[in-house]
DNA sequence: GTCTATAGTGGGATAGAC
DNA sequence: GTCTATCCCACTATAGAC
């Protein structure tokens, strides 16, 4: 099976397994549960794609783009000439929001090695490409990034106390870290 | 099995766990490797250990023990009235250079969430106290915290393309983020 | 405390007919 | 493009003898 052979059954395949990993989590993303949601035999699955691997590497597609318009849609909503310090925090509530409506997208997307080779071209960069603009330069954008990162799937893993305010600590965050 | 009966033989099951840990990642850490290395049945293991997640809980202890022993080490070789920005980044540095010589260990104890029933008392808190001590705040410390660890785990796990300058990336976090 | 034997579970993937 | 049948793999964990 090819990689990037677009087919509308395939694209029912990818929705479903999206809304399997949403609900139940990466566990029950199995190929025969899968097989199951669309009424058909597991190994029907492989004449659509060709391994697991491809199939998550779609939704970790999935997931860029749609980190990437929570982000671009962050910015769009304010002032070009505003201070960039309000910027970052805008933009990390926009991350944290994302990540909190789909953790386990969030995960599969940012935990462990990114299928590059499996991925459209850009669309990491894309999706990043917000960040960059604010803090306007590559090792602070990745400062931010591993700020913004590390916070959420902290929380996210429950590594905080119940008694932790998360919120106090993105701002705590947010206001310290340098922008252009 | 109870949880805290002390025993040589366990001691020798965690060490050998550990070492299948570092040097051949957590896919390779199973039972049946375990006792092949220890030159036992599988089986027998469990005289010792409850299960895996007790064993997994063993190994989380000592990576726990091994980064608070770390960190703590860096802050003692600091003038205790130097600045704190300083102390920060010295911090920081502890803190990468161990996780990068324990790959598998860093992941055990950081990813996921924590068994914090199966840990001793205090452990985690004791690993965490250098970072509260020097960002003097919990807020602070959480947010310094969310950044070491975005930034380790996202070298580990590759996401940085080959052209960064994850040293500039470190540093310009560290001089940032605010400390007491 | 060690063994043998094995249960029980689950997974990814392929061959070949239709 | 779907099916049936099946393979092969791997793992955790238990029962019961010694």
Avoid: C
Wanted: glycine share 6%; proline share 6%; charged share 25%.
């Amino acid at each position: 099976m090819s990689l990037t052979v677009p087919s509308a059954r395939r694209d029912e395949i990818v929705a479903a397994a999206r809304q399997i990993l949403e609900k139940e989590g990466p566990s029950n993303l199995t190929m025969r549960a899968l097989a199951e949601r669309l009424e058909m035999r597991a190994p029907s699955l492989y004449k659509h794609v060709a391994d697991k691997d491809e199939l998550e590497a779609l939704l970790i597609a999935e997931a860029l783009r749609g980190m990437g318009e929570a982000l671009h849609a962050a910015l769009e909503g304010l002032p070009s000439r505003g201070s960039k310090k309000r910027a970052l925090a805008t933009l990390a509530r926009a991350y944290r929001t994302w990540a909190l409506a789909h953790p386990h997208l969030y995960r599969l997307a940012t935990e462990g090695e990114l299928p590059r080779a499996l991925l459209p071209d850009g669309l990491e960069a894309w999706t990043a490409e917000p960040l960059v603009r604010v803090t306007g330069d590559a090792d602070r954008a990745r400062a931010a990034w591993a700020f913004a990162h590390g916070m959420t799937i902290l929380e996210l893993d429950g590594r905080f106390p119940p008694s932790a305010d998360i919120d106090a600590a993105w701002e705590a965050g947010t206001a310290s870290l340098s922008v252009a």
